[in-house]
């Protein structure tokens, strides 16, 4: 007959104690974790508020009276609710017309630079020619130049063509940018070459190649730029100053400049201003939303060798 005898309560094996201790230090370092990860989480959520609580104000007020932004200028919430300053500026300012501008100008540079950095991107990165690194060297300097200094020489060349007060002015000299080139130019380079050598073999020609093979790789690039290039030249305002002084040729930033500065004349109009501004910025905002899963995405179009 077998006697079942039960182990001594004392007695704890090696085994069960590794496991304990192991089970222990686990659940330490997933405390730990959470801690950290909350506090992270924590810091991200107020600065978040921090940065977006100016442009909650400034959607609050555009719906205030003159006098309640005017005796409340902080508050997020208006005492009196009113669409007054969008008809204001709708239907008794330039508004419309700002905006005609702004959209015109603001399409016609971002295809320009969406097609002229890529291809200037390619030749850079591919093109083997005397001087490449001379004219790479060139678009990093630009690069670290200041916007103003150029500001007056900038005049002088677009007065000069006989451009000034139109929309070429306004236009042309936008078409490109060195930091697009750039950006191009280091997606190209991180394209196999290998991809275009077969293309070549069956006589594609350079521009084909470029534009068949290796620009509908780019689209994390490509919608880099378009982003860039739009929101630079929706916000741009040095060099509308410049270019031109017709009033029918006023943008949005020249205009809302102008509303800031106390075009209006009488009152602080901070509900008229401040709409202005909430209008301007909703374009961009929204390309934001749209593509911000798709800013240089690298993992789209990855080639293995």
Known sequence: MSIATKPDAGLISPASELLHGSGKRTRHRSTGAVVATSITYAILVVLAVIYIMPFLMQVGTSFKTDADATANPVSLIPQTWTTAAYKTLFVNSDFPTW??????????????????????????????????????????????????????????????????????????PLLTDAAGVFIMKNFFESIPASVEEQARIDGAGTFRVFWSIVLPMARPALITIIILSFQGSWNELAHFIVSTQDPALT???????????????????????????????????????????????????????
């Open 99 to 172: 905006l005609k501008n702004s959209v015109i100008v603001t399409i016609f540079v971002t295809l320009g630079r969406v097609f002229f950095n890529s291809l200037a991107g390619y030749a850079l990165a591919r093109l083997h020619f005397r001087g490449r690194g001379v004219i790479f060297a060139s678009l990093v300097a630009v690069m670290a130049v200041p916007i103003v200094v150029l500001l007056i020489p900038k005049f002088l060349v677009i007065n000069q063509l006989g451009i000034y007060d139109s929309y070429a002015g306004m236009i042309v």
């Open 251 to 305: 943008t949005l930033t020249k205009g809302v400049a102008a509303l800031a500065s106390g075009q209006l004349s009488q009152g602080s109009q901070f509900p008229i201003k401040l709409a202005a501004a909430a209008l301007m910025t909703i374009p961009v905002a929204v390309l934001f939303f749209i593509f911000q899963r798709r800013i240089m995405n690298s993992s789209e179009g990855a080639v293995k060798e």
